[in-house]
């Protein structure tokens, strides 16, 4: 039990969850939520890095054959830690505001969602799957969100960084949706039954 909390897969999964106060940190360097432009490219190299650790821990526990419970809880987990807590950050400096912040709000409300139900289901030792297309949404998340973290320090190198990043997480935010409904839906049976 122990070898398997302490394999690389996991150590990376706990590297992402350690990753989301560095990249709160990247925001508050300065006493007040400040974003200059070395905060923005440090935050963004945290959270690149601590995406790109999310193909590979599952990737490398297959393969390597140590798949474990304490990663199968993790995984998940870090990821809706690292895209909920950049979407607050994002939305507190303005960087998303006004009609964006749905975008945020359906992507955490969601997020929130599907968690609550997989509790529920696991009370009842019913299994809910991961999709493709949930892996996908995730990835369609971490570059909007990556976009966004660049934000204005981004629009000086490739112009609109932020409006793609907007644009990318609208995209991301119906495929949420989608992806929510479907796991809604198929839980629901179990949920009446």
Request: glycine share 6%.
């Amino acid at each position: 039990m122990r070898k398997n909390a302490l394999s690389l897969p996991n150590m990376l999964t706990y590297g992402r969850i350690l990753a989301v106060p560095l990249v709160v940190l990247c925001f508050f360097v300065e006493g007040s939520l400040k974003s200059s432009d070395g905060a923005r490219w440090t935050a963004l190299a945290i959270f690149a890095f601590a995406s790109i650790t999310d193909f590979f821990d599952g990737y490398l526990a297959r393969i390597w054959k140590q798949t474990s419970t304490i990663g199968r809880m993790l995984d998940p987990i870090a990821d809706k830690l690292l895209v909920s807590a950049c979407l607050l950050l994002l939305a507190a400096d303005r960087t998303i505001a006004g009609w964006t912040l749905w975008a945020a709000i359906i992507i955490l409300c969601r997020e929130i969602l599907v968690s609550g139900l997989r509790e529920y289901l696991a009370e009842l030792k019913v299994s809910v799957p991961v999709s493709t297309l949930s892996k996908w949404k995730t990835t369609m998340q971490m570059v909007a969100v990556g976009f966004l973290l660049a934000g204005h320090a981004g629009d000086k190198f490739l112009p609109h960084t932020t409006e793609i990043g907007i644009t990318l997480l609208w995209i991301s935010a119906l495929v949420t949706l989608y992806t929510g409904w479907d796991y809604f839906r198929a839980g629901l049976k179990h949920v009446i039954d």
